[in-house]
């Protein structure tokens, strides 16, 4: 059984850029939800998608999109970045059917905005 | 406003005795909680859960406890052993609903870095 993966682990953008986190859910998962962690802070949920649709969304700006595949992989996309954007974006994935439950992190990317 | 408080940022607990990790929350719509840990470059991995109908889940070393009045709950690991030096994170979710559809995410603490002391 594979576990959530994330791509890229580390990256540095500069402000105004855009940038694309990618995840991959855990096998038999079909919900994927995106979290930003910045330092010492606990994770925060972005939103959620189910089904490829975003079915769930924290308090974060329209800036911040996103995607999922028919293979239930997803994409977090952050436009025009600001210096708060830098933190570590975590994905999590389960199966639907549920509001929330147990899930299952990736190890994260850690984006830094210069 | 932050409605799930870990008040104590480390706890450190000599190894073969009990560690206990708090957390408060204020909103009384989430009635599911959950404990996470967490190693340095690792993603955090589920503990232990427990509805708002139970008072006590245990788990082998891990019980949580809910204090629903009190909107309280704790983790309990006994023996500590020097692998539990990690961050845990308390998380709360709002009910769950049965229809794959609406979530609000869970709201995380800002978790206890436990460190175990040999």
């Known amino acids: 059984e594979t576990g959530v993966t994330q791509s890229p682990t580390h990256l540095i953008k500069t402000r105004g850029q855009q940038v694309t986190l990618r995840c991959s859910s855990q096998s038999g998962h079909n919900t994927v939800s995106w979290y930003q962690q910045a330092l010492g802070q606990g994770p925060q949920f972005i939103f959620q998608?189910?089904?490829?649709?975003?079915?769930g969304r924290g308090n974060f700006p329209p800036r911040f999109s996103g995607l999922q595949f028919p293979n239930y992989s997803s994409e977090l996309n952050v436009n025009a970045l600001e210096l708060d954007d830098s933190a570590l974006y975590l994905c999590?994935?389960?199966?639907?059917?549920?509001?929330?439950?147990?899930?299952?992190f990736g190890e994260g990317s850690r984006l830094t905005v210069l | 406003d932050q409605q799930v408080k870990q008040n104590s940022p480390s706890l450190s607990v000599q190894e073969g005795r009990i560690s206990i990790l708090n957390c408060d929350y204020t909103?009384?719509?989430?009635?599911?909680f959950l404990w996470y840990k967490k190693y340095p470059a690792e993603g955090p991995t589920f503990l232990i859960s427990i509805s708002s109908i139970k008072d006590k889940n245990e788990d082998g070393r891990f019980t949580v406890f809910l204090n629903k009045s009190a909107k309280h709950l704790s983790l309990h690991i006994v023996p500590s052993q020097p692998g539990d030096s990690a961050v845990y994170f308390c998380?709360?979710?709002?009910?769950?609903?049965?229809?794959?559809?609406?979530?609000?995410?869970?709201?995380f603490g800002k978790g206890t870095h436990l460190i175990i002391q040999p």
């Open positions: 909103n009384s719509m989430f009635d599911y």
């Open positions: 998608y189910y089904r490829e649709e975003e079915n």
């Open positions: 998380a709360a979710s709002p009910p769950r609903i049965d229809s794959g559809g609406g979530a609000d995410g869970l709201t």
């Open positions: 999590a994935s389960r199966t639907g059917g549920m509001n929330t439950g147990e899930l299952f």
